[in-house]
């Protein structure tokens, strides 16, 4: 359910139109039309005081209920309040920040990482329906914070990699069996090439049919009950990374964004759609998965090497 404020602005004085002007810009509702912004019902007491105020100088304003009449006019007003471009704007100044945090001393970083900070905070004010877009700017916050700490708090003890996955040494995971689902898309063939490229060179690969039941001796990913797989707002390949320490290269780091929002959704990444086609093409190709894990490894391997390149 929707509140709709339905507006006609008093003449004047101009400084009472600038200042509802400002306010619904600031309260970041939607325009369905001129002089109609929409918000979620529980939130029609900002629309009451602004009513208030039109109607106050002269203006006419309503709020009403609204409703989508079925679930695909439901799905467009929802899809009205989409802020996914605004979080993919504050990734790219959260990632400058990261790129730039060994050249700054400790007080301009922390100053820095406080903007970054309130801009999310700001941005989080008029996203009236979050979703993986916003837990994945939370999870990007920690880490930057977990990375200034690690700047600037030399040798305090690490045992755990940020939000509590346990750190694993790759020596002891040399040579294993590696089990996930059959038929991988884009989360289990990004794990399969970050195993074999950074854990373990011999990783053989177990393809696994519904319903899953994985042989004693192998290591699970990205399915339920398997050791490596999806943990709060981290897909399998991110907690892949974060378990054996690989998460602060900054190039497997892109990588991992475009599996992130290709597997569950989240920030845009504008090479999504290029490698989503190219692997869809390559699972049409590829009817035997081994043969497939090696042709996505190749496209894995050169988007690695394309990640140190300027766009």
Known sequence: MWSLLALTLPTRPNAVRLRIWRALKALGCPALRDGAYLL?????????????????HGGQASVLDLDGRDDAQRAELRALFDRSEAYAGWRS???ALAGRLPRLDEADARRRLRGVADALEALQRTDYCPGT????????LADLRQALEDRFSAGEPRARAAHGIARLEPRRFQGRRWATRARPWVDRLACAWLIRRFVDP???????????????????FDYDGARFTHVGTRVSFEVIAASFGLEADPKLERIARLVHFLDVGGIPVPEAAGLEAVL???????ADDDALAEAAATVFDALYA???DPP
């Not at 979620?40 to 106050?56: C, I, K, M, T």
């Not at 877009?133 to 990007?140: C, F, G, L, V, Y």
């Open 40 to 56: 979620p019902r529980e939130h029609v007491g900002l629309f009451e005081s602004l009513a208030q105020d039109v109607r106050d």
């Open 93 to 95: 100044e959260a990632d």
């Open 133 to 140: 877009a916003a837990e994945q700017a939370q999870a990007r």
């Open 202 to 220: 011999d990783a053989r690969f177990v393809w696994l049919a519904e319903p899953v039941r994985a042989p004693r001796g192998v290591l699970g």
């Open 280 to 286: 869809a093409g390559l699972r049409a190709l590829h």
């Open 306 to 308: 394309a990640a140190g």
